[in-house]
């Protein structure tokens, strides 16, 4: 069984940064991308950022230059760097990961942390 362990959320007032992180365990064989995504109240999921194993990178426009994804495969994780944090980047940010546990690919999700950007 595979699980993504989400880390890092909270309360942040507008300007400061936070650091996400999200760990991925079990019977993993190799991990593809790794992303993250982010949902507000009444709003659709949508993509924040991800990251593919050899480090290419597709960042939301609504986050480039504030926002920046790496990941550590030896420890199978994927970090999201967020600064100049603004009150529309509120939201429950969710963890995906593309994980091959036996013959193929499949997309696991974590639980969420929570976001919030308020004075």
């Known amino acids: 069984q595979v699980q993504l362990v989400e880390s890092g959320g909270g309360l942040v007032q507008p300007g400061g940064s936070l650091r996400l992180s999200c760990a991925a365990s079990g019977r993993i064989y190799g991990i593809n991308v790794m992303g993250w995504y982010r949902q507000a109240p009444g709003k659709e999921r949508e993509l924040v950022a991800h990251?593919?194993?050899?480090?290419?990178?597709n960042i939301a426009d609504s986050v480039k230059g504030r926002f920046t994804i790496s990941r550590d495969n030896a420890k199978n994780t994927v970090y999201l760097q967020m600064n100049s944090l603004k009150p529309e980047d509120t939201a429950v940010y969710y963890c995906n990961a593309d994980i091959r546990t036996g013959w193929t690919f499949n997309g696991y999700w974590g639980q969420g942390t929570q976001v919030t950007v308020s004075s």
């Open positions: 990251i593919t194993s050899g480090g290419a990178t």
